[in-house]
């Protein structure tokens, strides 16, 4: 066989007639008539880079200061700002619930929403979602603000479509955040509006035990006052990040609080430029904790949980948006930008080698 196709080539030099697709049509026709069969690729082998990204469609409106959560495979965001910056109305309230397939990408799917709200806490138990206080504007568009915080707890449940009311908070609570860790729901910072657009601080925290269906909230001491902060759990813990201040500073500071212990420890200050910790979102991936605010750059938490350490950055700056991780991607949903609200549900770009 080697013979023959070398014969071949030999002619076909000889004759000043090989190019490059000549000799291979020959040498596969000698091939093929000797029983040659080329070997077929493992189904093991490496594809991904032939399968199309994932594309989710855009939300109807661009939103801020919403409620979003990763349950079972989906996305899920609640209502949420939309509108110019710091103008509230009935009509700037998004009136919708929608979830998203995080494997299959597609449309956003409308579901029952109950009251609309921004600042908001959404948080996923299982494969149910769980929403808590928010704030609701009561006077329509260009007249002066008329706000309310809400007491308002809900389970929300996919197999059947149906919300659930849990016990109420203590008092109406917006602008904060929540997280579950141990069955257990903890939610830090906000404040309390009764009218107008000031609002009543509120210093203490609050833990649900979903265990107990006829559990009510407890309260908890926590650090400081601030609202627009980030609430997450990491490794047993659960850390507050940044927010704003009574004072109307911008903090930096970040805090972790140990249930088993009932302690609190300083973390590691908020990274990048100082307006970060405004509107800040964080998630988990591969078991690491990300974070990422003003500046559009994400950041990893070091190892020995001491500093942060600059991984990716998202598709444009913004603040007041969500970050979901789903297996080893950060998605990041809406947010206010320099050029208005966003309705865009992207990948961020990250190397978690870094």
């Known amino acids: 066989m080697q013979f023959t196709v070398w014969l071949l080539v030999f002619l076909a030099r000889a004759l000043g007639v090989l190019q490059m697709r000549a000799l291979t049509l020959l040498v596969s026709i000698v091939l093929g008539a000797a029983g040659f069969v080329e070997p077929a690729l493992c189904q093991d082998a490496d594809l991904s880079h032939n399968i199309p990204p994932i594309r989710f469609s855009e939300l109807p409106k661009g939103i801020a200061s919403f409620g979003a959560a990763e349950a079972d495979g989906y996305a899920y965001v609640y209502s949420g700002h939309t509108g110019k910056t710091h103008v509230y109305s009935r009509e700037s309230l998004l009136p919708g619930f929608f979830r998203i397939s995080l494997r299959n990408g597609g449309d956003w799917e409308p579901l029952p929403i109950e009251r609309p709200a921004q600042g908001v806490a959404l948080v996923a138990n299982g494969k149910k979602l769980l929403r808590f206080g928010g704030m609701h504007a009561v006077n329509e568009s260009q007249k002066p603000h008329d706000l309310y915080s809400l007491c308002d707890a809900a389970e929300f449940d996919p197999g059947t479509s149906t919300w659930r009311r849990l016990a109420s908070l203590p008092e109406p609570r917006s602008s904060h955040r929540a997280a579950v860790l141990n069955n257990k729901v903890y939610l830090f910072g906000g404040w309390s509006l009764n009218g107008g657009e000031d609002g009543s601080w509120l210093d203490n925290g609050l833990v649900l035990d979903l265990n107990d269906d006829a559990a009510t ?10 609202r627009a902060l980030e609430v997450i759990t990491f490794r047993d813990r659960v850390w507050i990040i940044g927010g704003l ?10 805090w972790t609080y140990d249930p088993a212990a009932s302690q609190w420890s300083d973390g590691p200050d908020v990274p990048g430029m100082p307006a970060n910790g405004n509107g800040i979102a964080a998630a988990v991936v591969h078991e690491q904790l990300l974070l990422a605010g003003m500046d559009g750059k994400v950041y990893r938490l070091s190892d020995d949980q001491k500093s942060w350490i600059r991984i990716g950055k998202l598709p444009s700056s913004r603040i007041h948006h969500r970050l979901i991780g789903y297996r080893d991607q950060l998605l990041v949903i809406g947010g206010a930008s320099r050029e208005g609200h966003l309705k865009t549900t992207e990948f961020a770009s990250i190397n978690m080698a870094e």
């Open 217 to 226: 909230w407890s309260a908890i001491p926590q650090p400081a006052k601030r």
């Open 245 to 254: 201040t009574p004072d109307g500073d911008i903090s930096k500071q970040i």
